[in-house]
């Protein structure tokens, strides 16, 4: 069966310093590949997605970026956090273009 | 532009009651519907989809193509059913790509 695997649980760094979210699918291959934000009252917001190695597409400007190194990996990146950075980060990944997407645990994010 | 709009953010209703929960889309195509569901403490999953027409947890989902709107629905509430709901539209080949609604949190009374 698939998994899918995000760490840290939770994260709490000051502004201005690097970031590295990784995410990780295990049990399928080339999976198409997602960022979202969960912010109270907005929903979920998608950052980035990816339909294969080294193809990203960032959905919104902003402070961040993503990487997929490896087919199963998805990396969420930024090189100085901001306090608006701050935030539930989810990953997640589908099976081509068949819709229905399957959520990590997710990753919450406290910029100080 | 592609938009899903669920206009409440928080929906209590007392348990055995009927539920419905609204939900607002615009697209101009014919997208795939869903609603997710995220329990406390438990991972964003699925809870179903337009094309499926199925039940799930006692729940339904009925697409009004002339009103762009996919409420969910279920006649008889439970305490188990409190959850924050997201409706979310995934246009026709699109990478799967979702677009999700702000969601909407709904508490069961006892």
């Known amino acids: 069966s698939q998994t899918i695997h995000q760490w840290p649980a939770t994260l709490v760094q000051p502004v201005g310093s690097p970031l590295s979210l990784e995410c990780t699918v295990e049990?399928?291959?080339?999976?198409?590949l997602y960022w979202y934000r969960q912010a109270a009252g907005r929903g979920l917001q998608l950052l980035f997605y990816?339909?294969?190695?080294?193809?990203i597409s960032s959905e919104v400007p902003q402070n961040l970026s993503a990487s997929r190194p490896q087919d199963r990996q998805f990396i969420l990146s930024s090189k100085k956090l901001l306090l608006s950075d701050s935030g539930f980060y989810l990953c997640?990944?589908?099976?081509?273009?068949?819709?229905?997407?399957?959520f990590g645990p997710g990753t919450r994010l406290t910029v100080t | 532009a592609q938009r899903v709009t669920q206009p409440e953010k928080l929906l209590s209703v007392f348990k055995g009651a009927p539920v419905e929960l609204k939900c607002n889309y615009s697209?101009?195509?014919?997208?795939?519907l869903f609603w997710y569901v995220q329990y406390s403490r438990q991972r964003l999953q699925l809870l179903l989809r337009?094309?499926s027409r199925e039940s799930i947890k006692g729940f339904t989902a009925d697409l009004n193509k002339g009103e762009t709107s996919f409420h969910l629905k279920k006649p008889f509430a439970q305490e188990e059913d409190s959850a924050m709901y997201y409706c979310?539209?995934?246009?026709?080949?699109?990478?799967?790509?979702?677009?999700f609604g702000s969601g909407t949190r709904l508490s069961i009374r006892p």
């Open positions: 997640a990944w589908a099976r081509g273009t068949l819709g229905q997407q399957y």
């Open positions: 049990g399928t291959s080339n999976p198409n």
């Open positions: 990816s339909v294969g190695i080294g193809q």
């Open positions: 697209y101009s195509g014919s997208p795939e």
């Open positions: 337009h094309i």
């Open positions: 979310a539209l995934s246009p026709p080949s699109s990478a799967s790509k979702i677009i």
